[in-house]
């Protein structure tokens, strides 16, 4: 038996085309939902994250607006720009996309955010809600891992869930969503003892660590459900042969651009002990986009109508 491959990209356009239908109803009301992204520095990886952000906003019928500053900005001049845009009514979702350069204050920006616009999730007060179970703008990654997993039908009630990292924008979230939904939680994080034999309690388990194929097969329990939310660029030649040899598409793009995108996870280890387990990529990556198109939506009804 080999585990079944869940889908995250038709998850993620099936929640894109639902908040599709719900812009055009705004719309109707005289209502744009808009979103504003902030791009500090010249991050490759940030320029793509904010440009599908934008194509996705445009895709969906959402107004959106780039802001890019130098990596020089100072906090002030950064909180500056984030006050004017709390105080615009076009405006309902406000993104800082990280990482932000060292010398700027992140908690002081994150905070500057109007809780009302924190389609991210993370000013104090969303993470309150989140952590005393009010409803609110919740993280895009983790609420959307719930809502894949709500979508694939997976009991989370009674289960054992092993949440393997603790930050603050991906594994501490994700654990007291996973409680909310009544599953029993395990946090894992580098200082974890014996990581293998606790992950295999799990029959849910969550890998956010930013460990390239961390997770092999002695690290899961026969039938669970592994779900990546790592996102890691592998170059080495003989780790990637080692676990996607036997894909040729991969491999050939893989000799094309000198790297291949790769989660905590080894997929070809785990997929003959897990049930089910989602790919990178397109697996929780595809998700945090549409949640976050679907948190600017909220955010417009919850302010506008
Ligand atoms: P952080 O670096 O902020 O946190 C990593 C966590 O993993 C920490 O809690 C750390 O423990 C723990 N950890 C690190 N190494 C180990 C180890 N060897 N054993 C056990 N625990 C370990 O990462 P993020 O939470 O921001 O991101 C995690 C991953 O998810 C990254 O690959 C990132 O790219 C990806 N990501 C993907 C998104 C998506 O849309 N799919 C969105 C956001 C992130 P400690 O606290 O003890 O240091």
Redesign the pocket.
């Known amino acids: 038996m080999t585990a079944r491959i869940i889908d995250g990209i038709r998850i993620a356009n099936d929640i894109k085309e639902e908040v599709r239908h719900q812009v055009d109803a705004l719309k109707q009301q005289g209502i744009t939902p808009g979103l504003a992204a902030i791009l500090v520095g010249e991050n490759p990886s940030s320029q793509i994250y904010v440009a599908n952000k934008v194509k996705t906003c445009q895709a969906l019928g959402l107004y959106s607006e780039k802001l890019e500053f130098p990596a020089a900005i100072t906090t002030s001049q950064l909180l500056a720009q984030i006050w004017s845009l709390n105080e615009r009514n076009d405006i309902d979702g406000i993104l800082v996309q990280?990482p932000l350069p060292d010398h700027v204050d992140k908690r002081a920006v994150f905070n500057a955010v109007s809780p009302a616009k924190d389609v991210d999730g993370f000013h104090p007060q969303s993470v309150g809600n989140l952590c005393i179970g009010t409803e609110s703008l919740q993280p895009?990654?983790p609420a959307?891992v719930i809502e894949m997993l709500r979508r694939e039908g997976v009991t989370l009630a009674g289960q054992r869930a092993v949440v393997?990292?603790?930050?603050?924008?991906?594994?501490k979230p994700l654990a007291l969503l996973l409680m909310h939904h009544h599953a029993t939680v395990t946090i894992?994080?580098?200082?974890?003892r014996d990581?293998p034999a606790v992950c295999r309690e799990g029959d849910l388990l969550f890998?956010?660590?930013?460990?390239?194929a961390?997770i092999t097969e002695e690290f899961v329990k026969p039938g669970a459900l592994v779900i990546d939310?790592?996102?890691?660029r592998l170059s080495d030649p003989a780790k990637v042969a080692a676990i996607f040899g036997h894909e040729p598409k991969r491999m050939e793009a893989f000799r094309k651009n000198g790297y291949t995108l790769i989660?905590?996870v080894n997929p070809t280890s785990i997929a003959p002990v897990a049930s089910a387990y989602t790919p990178?990529p397109g697996?929780?990556?595809?998700?945090?986009?549409a949640m976050l198109m679907k948190n600017t939506v909220k955010a417009a009804r919850l302010r506008r109508t």
């Open positions: 990280a895009c990654t959307g393997v990292g603790r930050s603050d924008i991906v594994g894992c994080h580098s200082r974890t990581l890998a956010a660590m930013g460990r390239a961390m939310v790592g996102i890691n989660g905590d990178v697996g929780v990556g595809p998700l945090t986009i």
